[in-house]
């Protein structure tokens, strides 16, 4: 039977770094999703997420409900990339960086990347979890505390910006 992200957290509390490896490996690729699309490149999002799971292995003992241990590793990556320089966070990517198969991304896919990182934190922060971690409405509102309604209101609002700056782009 599987252990639930609760139980790994418990026993990860207790000092078992097995338990905590199994949690990392359950969060790493939504976690580098979300932090991508807060950060702006894959690589600046591999360090905000190695960086991330070595404070919550750090503090994992002042996890005070092991049931929010997902909420309480994002806040901590959300403080992590706040805390890094403007330049940084919204650093556009430098060269078409090459797919799984070899390719190039789109020119589109990039543009879309390059407004995500201008977002402003409230908006990027749900567009980042709803699209480059996967995560529903609930979960995303479960995450930051916040009422599932306020998490639709942003989103619909990122989308607005989003198409906003997609189309000045576009005619420029």
């Known amino acids: 039977m599987e252990l639930t992200d609760e139980q790994l957290a418990q026993a990860s509390k207790t000092g078992d770094s097995r338990a905590f490896g199994i949690l990392v490996e359950r969060l790493r690729a939504p976690l580098i999703g979300y932090a991508t699309g807060l950060l702006g490149t894959r690589d600046d999002a591999e360090d905000l997420a190695q ?3 070595l404070v919550a292995w750090q503090k994992i003992g002042g ?3 092991a049931a929010r241990v997902n909420a309480w590793i994002y806040r901590i990556a959300h403080n992590l990339a706040v805390k890094r320089p403007k330049q940084i966070r919204t650093r556009p990517l430098r060269e078409d960086p090459p797919l799984s198969d070899g390719s190039k991304p789109d020119q589109r896919l990039l543009a879309l990347l390059a407004a995500v990182a201008r977002l402003s934190e409230p908006h990027r922060q749900v567009i980042s979890r709803k ?6 409405g609930e979960n995303i509102a479960q ?7 306020t998490v639709r ?3 619909s609002r990122a989308y607005t910006e989003l198409r906003t700056m997609l189309v000045e782009q576009q005619s420029n």
Do not use: K, M
């Open 51 to 53: 960086e991330t799971f």
């Open 63 to 65: 996890l005070r409900v």
């Open 131 to 136: 699209h480059f971690a996967g995560y529903s």
């Open 143 to 149: 995450q930051l505390g916040i009422p599932v309604g």
């Open 153 to 155: 209101s942003r989103l």
